[in-house]
């Protein structure tokens, strides 16, 4: 009998596009790029990036805001993702079920620096408040995790083999998020998705999907889906949900 392994597909929801460079040629002429690059510059809290001013059009409160700080960063991101989510979830067919939020550990993030930067899990404790799901930050590092933002980049079994955690309630009938700053190549989601034993209703929310690719407005929402064959490759990103 041949048993057929299904790779893991994994839904993700971004609250825009970021592009990872700026010019023309970068497409940061697009319309709202540099405040949605500038939100996750903020929401990342790796430096002192400035202020950005913006209304994102999914949100149902009609005001424009400044967000000068980390913490106003995931107080909007909590703000129109308890508008977004639940649609992807409805879409997608995920019936209502005890939400998990898990944090995409931070290249920073050890059992010893939970209290320190850990954007996934500040965006991630917004959503709780707001009465949206149970944060469960149980995946981190064994130690801090150096890695360069281009060139060659750490394998999901690389990034795996650095993780270690917390014993988890998550069972196959719950639904999880994982939430991060920003969705690139897709290599931390599938590190943390094998650790937690492949949860079966598991999506990605985050502030801004990388993209080289031109869009109407880089903060229109974006619905994505991930998969991968293997943690040796990079895994695969489209443009459909």
């Known amino acids: 009998m ?3 392994i299904l790779m893991p597909r994994i839904p993700v929801l971004g609250l825009g596009t970021y592009y990872t460079n700026r010019g023309i040629e970068y497409n940061s002429d697009v319309p709202g790029a540099r405040e949605l690059r ?8 790796d430096g002192d990036r400035g202020a950005t001013t913006l209304r994102h059009p999914s949100s149902t409160d009609p005001a424009t805001y ?3 700080t980390p913490a106003e960063a995931y107080w909007y991101a909590g703000a129109v993702g308890q508008v977004l989510i639940p649609k992807a979830f409805e879409g997608l067919g995920m019936n209502q079920a005890t939400t998990f939020l898990v944090p995409v550990p931070a290249s920073c993030t050890t059992r010893a620096t939970v209290a320190g930067r850990w954007p996934g899990l500040g965006i991630a404790r917004d959503l709780e408040s707001r009465g949206f799901g149970k944060v469960l930050a149980s ?3 064994k130690s801090a995790v150096v890695q360069a ?3 060659m980049r750490l394998s999901a079994r690389d990034l795996l083999k650095s993780l270690e955690q917390d ?3 998550i069972h196959p009938w719950h639904r999880v998020v994982y939430v991060d700053d920003l969705f690139s190549w897709g290599n931390h989601v599938a590190a943390v998705h094998e650790l937690l ?3 079966k209703n598991a999506m990605v929310f985050t502030v801004g999907c990388t993209d080289k690719n031109r869009v109407n407005n880089a903060l229109e929402a974006r619905y994505r889906f991930m998969s991968y064959e293997t943690l040796d490759e990079r895994p695969q990103v489209t443009d459909e949900l």
Do not use: N
């Open 2 to 4: 041949r048993v057929e």
């Open 38 to 45: 500038q939100w996750a510059f903020l929401a990342k809290d």
């Open 66 to 68: 400044i967000l000068r």
């Open 139 to 141: 995946v981190f590092h």
């Open 149 to 151: 933002h281009s060139g």
């Open 167 to 169: 014993k988890q309630p």
């Open 197 to 199: 034993g492949r949860p």
